[in-house]
């Protein structure tokens, strides 16, 4: 970490880089949230080098932030690092004190505990602590999974069943666009909520459908220039055709 704060410290001097200079904590946010997003798609591919690489390009932006932060007067990487190490001891007291967590549902009712105690400290409300910039899945379904634990939450599976169901017929009625907005935005999170009844992981799971219909329709388009096709100039049924080959293909090939 020395040896990063080194390099930062650099790229940022007056003899560095002009555009590092001129970035600000807010500027530089977006490109902590693009990294993170690339080092889940690395580890999820399961390819281990580019893992290592994308966790280091996250790293560096951590870092990198934290230097115009310490440039500002406000605190240092070294700070942000005690602060978190004083934090993780203190969450873990069945690893670095006398508590007693005999497995992992015991860990997150003792984590719980502790988050309760701390918010009463800083005059934080039990939501306050999911980021308003998290995914909106993620965001979703983590604000479910807070509220729950003051018994704010369905207590059978089939109750969020029917409120899946009911924010639909909503979506179905809705007038104008504002109004269909809205209610969308209500089927969405009712599918997170429900989704985290199931032990089901949202955001991931939208997120394999999207990479598997561009692997699809990439490969539809692949397909369509070996026969010499133009998608655009396809009709209906075509595209249909192409598209359950390039879906078979690809299943093939996983």
């Avoid at 109750?159 to 924010?167: C, G, M, R, S, T």
């Amino acid at each position: 970490m020395g040896r990063m704060v080194d390099l930062v410290i650099r790229l940022r001097a007056p003899d560095g880089c002009p555009w590092d200079r001129e970035q600000t904590p807010i500027s530089a946010a977006r490109y902590l949230i693009e990294e993170a997003f690339e080092a889940v798609d690395a580890i999820e591919s399961g390819d281990l080098k580019e893992a290592c690489s994308e966790l280091g390009d996250l790293i560096f932006q951590a870092a990198f932030i934290a230097q115009i932060y310490d440039d500002l007067g406000v605190f240092s990487l070294a700070e942000a690092l005690d602060a978190v190490h004083e934090k993780m001891v203190r969450r873990h007291p069945h690893v670095f004190g006398h508590s007693q967590a005999e497995d992992s549902e015991a860990v997150l009712e003792q984590w719980d505990r502790i988050k309760k105690q701390e918010r009463k400290g800083n005059g934080q409300g039990l939501l306050d602590s999911v980021p308003r910039a998290a995914p909106a899945l993620v965001r979703s379904q983590r604000l479910g999974q807070k509220a729950a634990r003051v018994g704010f939450d369905w207590h059978e599976p089939g109750q969020v069943w029917a409120k899946v169901l009911e924010e639909m017929q909503e979506l179905e009625r809705a007038e104008g666009r504002e109004q269909a907005q809205a209610e969308l935005g209500d089927v969405l999170f009712a599918w997170a909520q429900w989704a985290r009844h199931q032990g089901l992981d949202a955001e991931a799971a939208l997120r394999g459908s999207a990479s598997r219909f561009q692997k699809r329709f990439k490969m539809m388009e692949v397909m369509a220039a070996r026969q010499g096709l133009d998608l655009e100039k396809m009709d209906d049924a075509g595209l249909d055709r192409l598209w359950e080959r390039a879906k078979a293909a690809c299943l093939a090939e996983d």
